[in-house]
């Protein structure tokens, strides 16, 4: 504990077969409020972040700290999927600094209440976690005596976004960034709104048309079944549901996530970032739909498909349709994106999904019902910037390496060509969500030399 008083340390953290895992958990006494002075603000809460000083420089000048910017979820399922940061650390001399994003994970500052009402949850902002985190490193920076060690900050998908954005809003603290599938530009009508579905559906119609065309094929015939109690019985049993099915529309966000995710995580090497999964899993899912015969059932291809993302391993006897916790701890993303991650979206006709629209008012509404607030439509783009970036950054801008993966669906709504000699686009044609944070080294460079 430091003088202060703002610090505690856990003793090391281990895995659930006991072994050590590469970090140390501690905890800062961090305000709940920075940018008001009222009586709650000062209230104080446990921010959670993660140590690694294996390779840290210390004499005879303190070696740089890499930042990692946490994202909506808790911060060990992120620092167990980074594999960059710890490869190039001993290069570096870096000690390695996790840390959890307000309202994720052990973070909360309203504990099991964090969730309650908007009267808590108007704390979760990405602008609150911003100030976090300078607060924390600027405090930690002080109690290791390392006051001048660089600080280089790194960030995957909304942990990427933040992370260019606090290079931005916060130069005297990190001179770089690293922002890895950040999709920056997916506000107002930056970039199209149907581009994320239309990736998603490349990503499949790549591998095999009849597996494009057998999905999105499966929407209307889920709908026509599942039309009547008996259907939704028959669905139940096809989808192994543990409990019978109310809605045909779960049955379908069940597929849509499957296939969705998927195609963010087809990564060249088998991997666990979101579920257990094969190498390539979406030429893997288009194999088994291809591998039916001719007239085989259209809903039994997708069931059988989708299954190998929610269980690759083979141990799950039946699937939670309806209701149950995400495992990852994402539950806030809710709020945050009727508030101000309003990021617009709609479904072509050209996609395997379902064609859809977007409408302002309709989601204003939704959110309203939700969580009795509604959403700051053009927030984010006032806040940070996002139109006409390349020259807005170029003026002022510096020290940023936006990373994507064109097989990235998110990939669209990124920086994905070079703005100055120090804000640096690497787009790889192969390459999927997040692959400089969560990809092991191997996996890293064979991305990068594809």
Request: glycine fraction near 8%; charged fraction near 20%.
């Amino acid at each position: 504990a430091s003088s202060s008083g703002r610090y505690a340390a856990s003793a090391a953290a281990a895995t659930d077969n006991g072994t050590a895992k590469p970090f140390t958990a501690h905890y800062f006494q961090q305000e709940l409020d920075h940018f008001t002075f009222t009586p709650n603000a000062s209230r104080l809460f446990s921010h959670k972040y993660l140590l690694n000083d294996t390779f840290w420089r210390r004499k005879p000048a303190a070696g740089p700290l890499f930042v990692y910017t946490g994202n909506e979820g808790d911060i060990e399922w992120f620092t167990t999927n980074t594999g960059f940061m710890f490869d190039i650390a001993p290069e570096f001399g870096a000690l390695l600094v996790f840390i959890e994003h307000r309202f994720y994970g052990e973070s909360k500052p309203f504990g099991n209440d964090s969730y309650k009402s908007a009267d808590t949850l108007g704390y979760l902002t990405s602008t609150q976690a911003l100030a976090d985190f300078a607060v924390l490193i600027t405090s930690l920076k002080q109690n290791l005596s390392a006051v001048d060690a660089p600080v280089v900050v790194f960030g995957g998908s909304y942990g990427g976004m933040l992370a260019s954005w606090f290079r931005l809003k916060y130069p005297h603290v990190a001179m770089g960034a690293l922002a890895s599938s950040a999709p920056i530009l997916q506000f107002d009508d930056i970039t199209p709104w149907s581009s994320f579905y239309d990736a998603v559906s490349q990503d499949f119609k790549s591998e095999s048309l009849n597996c494009f065309s057998v999905i999105k094929a499966v929407w209307d015939v889920l709908d026509y079944r599942g039309s009547n109690d008996s259907g939704l019985l028959e669905l139940s049993k096809t989808f192994r549901a543990c409990k019978t099915v109310r809605f045909p529309s779960s049955l379908s966000n069940w597929l849509w996530t499957a296939f969705t995710y998927t195609a963010m995580v087809d990564y060249p090497t088998p991997a666990n970032f979101m579920m257990n999964l094969p190498a390539y899993p979406v030429k893997e899912m288009c194999k088994i739909i291809d591998s039916f015969p001719v007239g085989a059932d259209v809903v039994e291809k997708a069931f059988t498909a989708a299954s190998l993302y929610y269980n690759y391993t083979g141990d799950q006897k039946c699937f939670e349709m309806e209701g149950g916790d995400d495992p990852h701890g994402l539950s806030g993303w809710g709020w945050q994106a009727c508030t101000e991650m309003v990021m617009p979206m709609t479904v072509s006709n050209e996609s395997m999904f379902p064609p859809s629209g977007f409408s302002y008012e309709e989601k204003s509404e939704g959110c309203f019902a939700s969580y009795e607030v509604r959403p700051r439509m053009n927030w984010i783009t006032t806040e940070y910037g996002g139109h006409k970036i390349d020259k807005v950054l170029k003026r002022f801008g510096s020290n940023i390496i936006f990373s994507n993966g064109m097989r990235d669906p998110w990939s669209r709504g990124g920086v994905l060509k070079n703005i100055s000699s120090s804000i640096i686009a690497l787009v790889t044609e192969k390459g999927k969500h997040e692959v400089a944070e969560n990809m092991q080294g191997p996996k890293y460079s064979e991305l990068t030399n594809a």
